[in-house]
């Protein structure tokens, strides 16, 4: 049987009783934000009663630098303003309380002869890709938005595709040309978007959207550059 674990600072110790053969060890590690784009190892060591030692080192290992947060509910004339920096979608009331922050406006419109339907657009954009939109006072930035389809990262879609966007991905992606829209999102999709002062790099996946109720709701992944 084994005692209560004691945990001193990068230490975490565990007594089994002299009868003990054989055990299966579970972990677990939870990272703190200071953590993220250090390296991290884990050594284990075992002590019988009769001293003999085993050593066992796992790692170094990368902590991811990106953050994520899910499931965000978006309503075209409600929460349809995103912030990357916030990594949070506001009213436009809230929205004109944090003017430096707004990258995105979510909207729903479905145009007779154009396949608008969802779409992603900086404030910066033409009228024509804001139709009916008066952006809060203020609310202008820019950024490049990329569509794609067929990109469900599993954090995410949570969906059974084996596919992960990490670090590199965001170090070494080039939407230099992108415009600053994209319409005709759908469930599944994705954006790649890039702030434009540079200092973000995002991945944005639909997780879902509603036609009759003009909504979406949307799962992040962010990157901030050096």
Partial sequence: MGQPLLNEGGTTSINFTADTSAATLRYYYRIPESAKGQKVSFEFITTSSTGEKVTHTMGPYTIAKMDMVLDLDMQDKGKAYISLEDLKVYTAAEAAQNLGKIDLVYLYRSIPGITFNHALVAPSAS????????????????AKISKVWNLRDFHLARLQFSVF?????????NIADAPDYAVNMRSEAGAWVETADGKYRAYIFMNSVNNGNQSARISIKRYTMN
Wanted: charged residues 25%; proline residues 8%; glycine residues 8%.
């Fill in 127 to 142: 009228v024509e890709y804001l139709p009916g939109i008066t952006l809060p006072s203020g609310v202008n930035r820019s």
């Fill in 165 to 173: 966007i990490d670090d590199l991905d965001f170090e070494q992606l």
